[in-house]
């Protein structure tokens, strides 16, 4: 079955990096359009951004040119580079397929300090 494995959240200071990285098995990984989502507390679960098979990259408006997503295909793995941090970024962060969402993982805790 499918699984998705979240890791690399913490607790940082604003203006901080983060570096998330999200295991995936069950499915065919390479050909899959893949993104991360994250959720705050009280709020709806949104994308921040997102990788098709081929490289290709796209972000939330809010997140444009901090956030990094990239994927290492012979890994399976999709990741998340976070720089200058705000306290607004905190958030549960999750990875998953783009389109077709599979059963969510645990997610990995990210929190901004101010």
């Known amino acids: 079955q499918v699984q998705l494995v979240e890791s690399g959240g913490g607790l940082v200071q604003a203006g901080g990096s983060l570096r998330l990285s999200c295991a995936a098995s069950g499915f065919i990984f390479s050909i899959r359009p893949m993104g991360w989502y994250r959720q705050a507390p009280g709020k709806q679960r949104e994308l921040v951004a997102s990788?098709?098979?081929?490289?290709?990259?796209n972000y939330a408006e809010s997140v444009k040119g901090r956030f990094t997503i990239s994927r290492d295909n012979a890994k399976n793995s999709v990741y998340l580079q976070i720089n200058s941090l705000k306290p607004e970024d905190t958030a549960v962060y999750y990875c998953n397929r783009i389109g077709t969402i599979y059963s969510w993982g645990q997610g990995t805790q990210v929190t901004v300090s101010s």
């Open positions: 990788i098709t098979s081929g490289g290709f990259t």
